[in-house]
């Protein structure tokens, strides 16, 4: 079995600042990992994956992960939020070669203008 | 192009009754599936298809669940004789290919149960 923890339920900041959201996996093998973002009132929309390769990578509006194999981590990083960014993050994983996804518990950033 | 969607967008129903929840996937997706999203629980796979057929049922919570899809393509949920714990956002997802392609999400069913 594999599991995903994201470090923090609620995260509130003020714009401009910068975010990163933690995300752990506890899988030996290979995965693919997600981001997905919730923003009110909407679905749920990817913000970027990770499948092989460059171990960062980019995704829509400004926001970056980076996969550490070592550390079990699949970090969201973004260097300047904006209020538009208050939303529900959620980390989710697939093993290789699976079908489903195992989702975190989902963070919440609220952005203050 | 047109995205996942899903039907009814909301439901009310009494506790013992049954319900049946609707999703549409993207054309030429063949892979569909189905999570439920709700308090406590998190987000949490109930079952996938590849086509018509469904490999995994392991993430239906209990017999009164099923899933059929036809035509490769619209699939319905059905939780027969409700209970309130039923209560929850059922999420539809589907891409081209199971466990090769990335998901694409429906806007979901609210489905509350008194």
């Known amino acids: 079995a594999q599991s995903v923890s994201q470090h923090n339920h609620h995260v509130i900041l003020s714009e401009a600042a910068s975010l990163e959201l933690g995300c752990n996996y506890s899988?030996?093998?290979?995965?693919?990992l997600f981001w997905y973002v919730q923003y009110p009132g909407q679905h749920l929309q990817l913000l970027l994956k990770y499948f092989s390769g460059d171990p960062l990578v980019k995704g829509i509006k400004g926001f970056e992960a980076e996969f550490i194999k070592s550390k079990f981590s699949f970090n969201l990083r973004k260097p300047s939020v904006q209020w538009s960014d208050t939303a529900e993050y959620f980390c989710?994983?697939?093993?290789?070669?699976?079908?489903?996804?195992?989702f975190g518990a989902g963070t919440t950033v609220t952005v203050r203008a | 192009g047109a995205g996942v969607s899903q039907s009814p967008s909301n439901k009310v129903t009494e506790k013992g009754k049954d319900v049946e929840l609707r999703c549409d996937p993207i054309?030429?997706?063949?892979?569909l599936y189905w999570y439920r999203q709700s308090l406590g629980q998190g987000l949490e796979f109930l079952i996938y298809f590849q086509g018509n057929s469904a490999p995994d049922k392991s993430g239906l919570p209990s017999d009164r669940f099923s899933a059929e899809r036809t035509g490769g393509s619209v699939s319905t949920l059905t939780i027969q004789r409700t209970q309130q714990e039923d209560s929850a956002v059922y999420l539809c997802?589907?891409?081209?290919?199971?466990?090769?392609?990335?998901?694409?999400f429906g806007p979901g069913t609210r489905l509350t149960v008194l």
């Open positions: 054309s030429g997706h063949t892979a």
């Open positions: 997802a589907s891409s081209l290919l199971a466990g090769l392609d990335e998901q694409f």
């Open positions: 989710a994983l697939r093993r290789e070669g699976d079908y489903k996804l195992s």
């Open positions: 899988y030996g093998g290979t995965v693919n």
